[in-house]
């Protein structure tokens, strides 16, 4: 029965009668090809049937990229199911024959069929290593290292430099599909000098079926589509990718970040409409991990950036890094180093850069693009801001802060509290840190800065220990606070000689007036901080004493940090008060 079956099928396919071929016929034999050509037993039979599959009607009819899965399925079929049937090498052997033998001119159906075979490699190799299904002494990885090499590579260019097919964007975008699956894994040596094409064009269009793949990723895919290929082999794009970049010049590389660029401004609009489609949320991870390895293979290109375009080389990666924050907070980045590596990247160049004056467009650009409505992008410039803050702290002057500093503290819904998610919580660590950076800004280079932080550091930390009271702040965040910024008191009393004294009394009036222990203890910790900066003996001596009526005397580690604190003085007088004043008192109580 399984003979005469195969007979049939080799009959229907060498027919040179115009079949009609309808849905149901192409799934039918689809279905019979997978069943019976892993299972033949005679190499003639086999060699036969290829042969008539090959110059069959029936490729011409099936879509493209459903015949190349049809014969992936094939020859996964043959490598994973062992039967009683042709030996692998010998199996291997056959499909060389034919491929060998074909003289005419191939069709794209005919390419379709070697890609299939083609990309099936990397599961062949996987068993080989593990199970050694070949016997023929490698000689089956060298079919596929030819196949690819001297007939599926120079075919796939001859087609891709025809004028009809560059008419024709959906053939097209086939054989970009076809070319992209062959990159299973990152290949750092494919001979893209063996064919005469620019590859500089590949890579933009493998960028423009990205977007159009990026701008379809709500709709529902159907069969086996270009975009239905995509979704479940966007790792295959990233290395192909990428192996284009290593070659590609400055120009394409521009041209290359421009578009990502413009892929993630889609994406920054286009993800939130989605975010109860959980069943998207693959996709949209698979296009972010995609886009941060192009970018990191650009970012490492910038060797062959001129001078005079690196400033917009930069200002691209950092868009695309912006835009696609709403992606990054999303996923996170933890375990994923390639992030680190282009925000790094990023960063450095501007520390390198030494120049504001070119930082400030990048800033206002984002600033422009409607933050306060996008927590994403906030979140992004936020941080970004800081990190220029804490590297130009030394140039910052009035119009700076003016411009990007002064605007965001006055985003009271983050700072003053009463947000549940966790991307406002972290929103509002992140204004919380601009405002330690930015007031522990050295105020020597600038007297309108210096005034500036003295009109805002008093409220800051009251409005800290409000949130820290009301539970809007760890323990740990506060005395992170206080530990920042009280120096900065000392950098400005030529300025308000009253700030610390200022600052003292409101942390003692808190303490006071907070009912709950562990709470009042950490704001004394505070207060703590502060009574070191007191220079004058006699204000010392009494904030000492004021201090010490505020702690529990049974309280050991308020008393080690308060003892800490006197002993770092190098005070004679705080030492002496610690041993006729804490000492007697702590005896006392025993």
Same mark, same amino acid.
């Given at each position: 029965?399984?003979?005469?079956?195969?007979?049939?099928?080799?009959?229907?396919?060498?027919?040179?009668?115009?079949?009609?071929?309808?849905?149901?016929?192409?799934?039918?034999?689809?279905?019979?090809?997978?069943?019976?050509?892993?299972?033949?037993?005679?190499?003639?039979?086999?060699?036969?049937?290829?042969?008539?599959?090959?110059?069959?009607?029936?490729?011409?009819?099936?879509?493209?990229?459903?015949?190349?899965?049809?014969?992936?399925?094939?020859?996964?079929?043959?490598?994973?199911?062992?039967?009683?049937?042709?030996?692998?090498?010998?199996?291997?052997?056959?499909?060389?024959?034919?491929?060998?033998?074909?003289?005419?001119?191939?069709?794209?159906?005919?390419?379709?069929?070697?890609?299939?075979?083609?990309?099936?490699?990397?599961?062949?190799?996987?068993?080989?290593?593990?199970?050694?299904?070949?016997?023929?002494?490698?000689?089956?990885?060298?079919?596929?290292?030819?196949?690819?090499?001297?007939?599926?590579?120079?075919?796939?260019?001859?087609?891709?430099?025809?004028?009809?097919?560059?008419?024709?964007?959906?053939?097209?975008?086939?054989?970009?599909?076809?070319?992209?699956?062959?990159?299973?894994?990152?290949?750092?040596?494919?001979?893209?000098?063996?064919?005469?094409?620019?590859?500089?064009?590949?890579?933009?269009?493998?960028?423009?079926?990205?977007?159009?793949?990026?701008?379809?990723?709500?709709?529902?895919?159907?069969?086996?589509?270009?975009?239905?290929?995509?979704?479940?082999?966007?790792?295959?794009?990233?290395?192909?990718?990428?192996?284009?970049?290593?070659?590609?010049?400055?120009?394409?590389?521009?041209?290359?970040?421009?578009?990502?660029?413009?892929?993630?401004?889609?994406?920054?609009?286009?993800?939130?409409?989605?975010?109860?489609?959980?069943?998207?949320?693959?996709?949209?991870?698979?296009?972010?991990?995609?886009?941060?390895?192009?970018?990191?293979?650009?970012?490492?290109?910038?060797?062959?950036?001129?001078?005079?375009?690196?400033?917009?080389?930069?200002?691209?990666?950092?868009?695309?890094?912006?835009?696609?924050?709403?992606?990054?907070?999303?996923?996170?980045?933890?375990?994923?180093?390639?992030?680190?590596?282009?925000?790094?990247?990023?960063?450095?160049?501007?520390?390198?850069?030494?120049?504001?004056?070119?930082?400030?467009?990048?800033?206002?650009?984002?600033?422009?693009?409607?933050?306060?409505?996008?927590?994403?992008?906030?979140?992004?410039?936020?941080?970004?801001?800081?990190?220029?803050?804490?590297?130009?702290?030394?140039?910052?002057?009035?119009?700076?802060?003016?411009?990007?500093?002064?605007?965001?503290?006055?985003?009271?819904?983050?700072?003053?509290?009463? *947000?549940?998610?966790?991307?406002?919580?972290? $929103? !509002?660590? +992140?204004? /919380?840190?601009?405002? @330690?950076?930015? =007031?522990?800004?050295?105020?020597?280079?600038?007297?309108?800065?210096?005034?500036?932080?003295?009109?805002?550091?008093?409220?800051?930390?009251?409005?800290?220990?409000?949130?820290?009271?009301?539970?809007?702040?760890?323990?740990?965040?506060?005395?992170?606070?206080?530990?920042?910024?009280?120096?900065?008191?000392?950098? *400005?009393?030529?300025?308000?000689?009253?700030? $610390? !004294?200022? +600052?003292? /009394?409101?942390?003692? @009036?808190?303490? =006071?007036?907070?009912?709950?222990?562990?709470?009042?203890?950490?704001?004394?910790?505070?207060?703590?901080?502060?009574?070191?900066?007191?220079?004058?003996?006699?204000?010392?001596?009494?904030?000492?004493?004021?201090?010490?009526?505020?702690?529990?005397?049974?309280?050991?580690?308020?008393?080690?940090?308060?003892?800490?604190?006197?002993?770092?003085?190098?005070?004679? $007088?705080?030492?002496?008060?610690?041993?006729?004043?804490?000492?007697?008192?702590?005896?006392?109580?025993?």
């Amino acid at each position: 029965m399984f003979d005469h079956d195969v007979e049939y099928l080799i009959t229907a396919l060498s027919s040179t009668a115009r079949i009609p071929y309808d849905q149901r016929l192409l799934d039918e034999v689809s279905a019979n090809l997978v069943y019976y050509v892993p299972r033949i037993k005679s190499p003639d039979t086999l060699y036969r049937l290829v042969k008539a599959l090959f110059q069959s009607q029936l490729i011409i009819k099936l879509p493209p990229l459903r015949l190349l899965h049809v014969i992936k399925d094939v020859f996964l079929w043959k490598l994973e199911v062992s039967e009683p049937t042709l030996p692998i090498s010998n199996f291997y052997q056959v499909w060389n024959a034919v491929l060998e033998s074909h003289r005419a001119a191939w069709n794209l159906s005919q390419l379709m069929v070697l890609g299939g075979i083609l990309i099936t490699y990397p599961r062949f190799k996987s068993l080989n290593d593990a199970y050694f299904i070949d016997e023929s002494r490698d000689k089956t990885a060298l079919y596929y290292n030819n196949w690819r090499f001297n007939l599926f590579l120079p075919i796939w260019a001859e087609f891709w430099n025809d004028p009809a097919i560059n008419a024709n964007p959906l053939i097209k975008n086939y054989l970009l599909v076809s070319m992209v699956l062959l990159f299973s894994h990152p290949i750092t040596d494919f001979p893209f000098h063996a064919v005469n094409i620019s590859w500089d064009l590949v890579t933009g269009r493998l960028l423009d079926l990205l977007a159009e793949y990026t701008h379809d990723i709500g709709q529902p895919t159907e069969g086996s589509t270009v975009s239905s290929v995509l979704s479940t082999n966007l790792n295959h794009l990233a290395n192909c990718l990428n192996a284009l970049f290593t070659k590609s010049n400055e120009p394409t590389l521009m041209n290359s970040l421009y578009k990502l660029e413009k892929i993630c401004q889609y994406l920054s609009d286009a993800v939130r409409p989605f975010e109860q489609q959980k069943q998207l949320d693959r996709k949209f991870q698979d296009l972010f991990i995609l886009i941060i390895l192009a970018l990191k293979e650009i970012s490492a290109m910038n060797m062959k950036i001129s001078p005079d375009h690196k400033d917009n080389f930069y200002f691209m990666i950092c868009l695309s890094l912006f835009h696609i924050h709403v992606l990054t907070e999303k996923f996170g980045t933890v375990g994923f180093p390639s992030y680190d590596y282009v925000y790094d990247s990023l960063i450095t160049y501007f520390i390198v850069l030494d120049d504001l004056s070119k930082i400030i467009p990048i800033l206002n650009h984002m600033k422009e693009a409607y933050i306060s409505e996008d927590p994403s992008k906030l979140l992004f410039y936020i941080n970004f801001l800081n990190k220029i803050i804490s590297y130009y702290s030394w140039r910052i002057r009035m119009p700076f802060v003016t411009q990007f500093i002064e605007p965001l503290l006055h985003f009271n819904g983050f700072l003053k509290g009463g *947000l549940s998610s966790p991307l406002e919580i972290e $929103l !509002r660590e +992140s204004i /919380h840190t601009l405002a @330690i950076t930015s =007031l522990s800004i050295d105020p020597s280079h600038s007297s309108q800065v210096a005034q500036w932080q003295v009109s805002r550091i008093a409220n800051y930390l009251k409005m800290s220990m409000d949130q820290f009271i009301a539970g809007e702040l760890s323990a740990d965040q506060i005395q992170i606070i206080f530990s920042s910024l009280s120096m900065q008191f000392l950098s *400005l009393r030529n300025y308000n000689r009253h700030l $610390l !004294r200022d +600052s003292l /009394h409101e942390t003692y @009036i808190k303490i =006071l007036n907070t009912k709950s222990p562990e709470k009042k203890n950490v704001l004394i910790e505070c207060l703590i901080v502060q009574i070191s900066l007191v220079e004058d003996p006699h204000h010392l001596i009494d904030w000492l004493n004021v201090c010490l009526q505020l702690i529990n005397i049974h309280n050991k580690r308020l008393l080690q940090r308060l003892w800490d604190m006197v002993s770092g003085l190098e005070s004679p $007088l705080a030492i002496d008060w610690w041993y006729t004043t804490v000492i007697p008192a702590h005896s006392s109580k025993l």
